[in-house]
């Protein structure tokens, strides 16, 4: 699915750092008709669902961490940006690249774009800033030294 033009200096300054080669966990996300506005293409609140699959599938793969019903730890969603650069068009085998980007004392964040088949370029790129959270004391925590440990060793991240 090829552009169908070159993209604006804001769309270019948006997706800078974003290209295919720099994400090393993709996610197959392909549309679905029920994805679509009544304009053919995908609505936008379809976009944050993409980047949702993306993100649960670093979370199970990466940090092998499992939804469980009653979890006392976890991961929360602090703050969310979604850039939509380029329409989507269904039907289309949509990819969402993932990493983990800066790396805090509670906090990281978690990059993404989504891709279209055979283009380099993202049509869409997202950064949200993720959490780890302990319901019992209802504050953040420290990020476990397992999971800092396996995000600086998948990303390259020094120590």
Not at 33 to 45: A, E, L, P, S
Request: net charge negative.
């Amino acid at each position: 699915m090829p552009r169908d033009s070159e993209p604006t200096a804001a769309q270019t300054e948006r997706d800078a750092g974003y290209e295919r080669e720099t994400f090393r966990l993709f996610t197959p996300s392909p549309t679905r008709f029920g994805d679509c506005d009544m304009f053919g293409h995908v609505n936008n609140v379809q976009f944050a669902r993409y980047y949702e699959s993306g993100r649960l599938d670093y979370f199970d793969r990466v940090l092998e961490l499992r939804a469980s019903a009653e979890p006392a730890q976890t991961l929360i969603i602090a703050d969310i940006h979604i850039n939509f650069l380029q329409q989507i068009n269904h039907p289309c085998a949509l990819e969402v690249g993932s990493r983990i980007g800066r790396l805090g004392n509670s906090s990281f964040d978690f990059e993404a774009a989504i891709f279209a088949p055979g283009e380099t370029r993202p049509r869409s790129t997202a950064k949200a800033t993720c959490v780890w959270f302990d319901f019992g004391a209802d504050r953040s925590m420290p990020i476990p030294d397992f999971a800092r440990a396996v995000i600086q060793q998948f990303e390259g991240i020094p120590s």
